[in-house]
C-alpha cells in the first residue's frame, strides 16, 4: 500500500492506478469494496465509463451492497468488451448467472489449439541496491494481461 500511495501521489490522474490501489484497498479490507475502494471504482468510471477494471470492481461493489441489478449492468457493459466465447466472457457469464439466481453456464473446455500461456521472469536488482538487500528479502511480483479486469 505504501508503494501504491507513491505511486498516486506522482500520478494522481492515472485511472488504471486507481484501479489497482482499489483492489489492494479492498484485499487489505477483507475483500469489502465499501469507502474508499468504493469512492476509487467510481472516480475511474466517471473518467472512462468502460474502464475493463473499473467495471469488473463497481459490479462487485454493486453485488456487495446487494444491488444486483447494477452488478448485472457493469458486468454486462464489461462482458461487451471481450468476443463472445473467449474465456473472459464467459466467466463475466458465470458472475451474471449467480447474480441473478441462476445456475451458472458450464465453463468451455480448453481449446486444444491455443497454447499453454506463461510468463518467464527474471528479476535483477540496480547496483546501487544490491547492498541494501538481504538474501532472505522476499520479491512480489504482479503481472496480469493488459486487457483482462
Known amino acids: 500500500m505504501q508503494a501504491f500511495e507513491i505511486a498516486?501521489?506522482?500520478?494522481?490522474d492515472n485511472i488504471d492506478l486507481k484501479g489497482m490501489v482499489a483492489e489492494a484497498l479492498a484485499?487489505?479490507?477483507t475483500g469489502r469494496m465499501e469507502?474508499?475502494?468504493a469512492a476509487l471504482v467510481a472516480a475511474i468510471l466517471t473518467a472512462?465509463?468502460?474502464?475493463k477494471q473499473?467495471?469488473?470492481l463497481a459490479g462487485i461493489a454493486a453485488a456487495e451492497r446487494r444491488d444486483m441489478a447494477a452488478a448485472v449492468a457493469h458486468w454486462e457493459r464489461l462482458?461487451?468488451?471481450?468476443?463472445p466465447g473467449s474465456e473472459e466472457a464467459g466467466q463475466i457469464d458465470r458472475y451474471i448467472a449467480e447474480a441473478r439466481g441462476e445456475a451458472p453456464p458450464p465453463e468451455a473446455p480448453p481449446a486444444a489449439d491455443r497454447p499453454n500461456k506463461r510468463i518467464r521472469v527474471?528479476?535483477?536488482l540496480a547496483e546501487g541496491?544490491?547492498?541494501?538487500?538481504a538474501p532472505d528479502d522476499a520479491v512480489f511480483i504482479f503481472a496480469r494481461a493488459a486487457e483482462c479486469p
Open 79 to 83: 462482458k461487451a468488451q471481450f468476443p
Open 129 to 133: 541496491l544490491k547492498a541494501q538487500a
Open 54 to 56: 473499473g467495471l469488473w
Open 35 to 37: 469507502g474508499r475502494p
Open 8 to 12: 498516486q501521489k506522482l500520478a494522481p
Open 27 to 29: 484485499e487489505a479490507n
Open 122 to 124: 527474471k528479476v535483477t
Open 48 to 51: 472512462a465509463p468502460n474502464h
